[in-house]
């Protein structure tokens, strides 16, 4: 007779917080996609990335605050779009070794035509 182990251990809500964030992101991004009818490859591979990175984000951010409030950023972090994400956290990382962020005010003239954004005239 095989013994089957019965320990579980638990998730912490953390994780659980920051996966259902990104989860309501997908699901918000790949429903536009398909209203859109423009789902690619690459929009495949931009929710599996917002998978592996909201976990992390999560646990990283929720340590700046107390418990409930860390849980409730940790999900919110999910809900943002990775171009928000990288947004915000060049200015805070600006911010704390004290450099200027001129080069974001500074508008582009490639961006001024339809449908490029700063990523594409860089």
């Not at 013994?3 to 251990?9: E, Q, Y």
């Not at 996609?33 to 690619?40: G, K, L, V």
């Not at 646990?59 to 605050?65: D, G, L």
Request: negative net charge.
């Amino acid at each position: 007779m095989v013994k089957i182990n019965t320990t579980l251990h638990p998730v912490h809500p953390t994780a659980i917080n920051s996966f259902l964030g990104a989860y309501i992101w997908v699901a918000y991004d790949q429903l536009q996609q398909f209203i859109m009818q423009d789902f690619t490859s690459h929009d495949a591979c931009k929710c599996s990335y917002r998978f592996l990175a909201a976990i992390p984000l999560g646990f990283i951010f929720s340590t700046m605050f107390k418990d409930k409030i860390g849980l409730i950023i940790a999900f919110l972090l999910g809900t943002l779009s990775a171009q928000t994400l990288f947004k915000y956290g060049r200015r805070f990382v600006n911010q704390k070794i004290n450099i200027e962020e001129h080069s974001e005010n500074i508008p582009n003239e490639l961006e001024q035509l339809q449908s490029i954004n700063r990523e594409e005239a860089e």
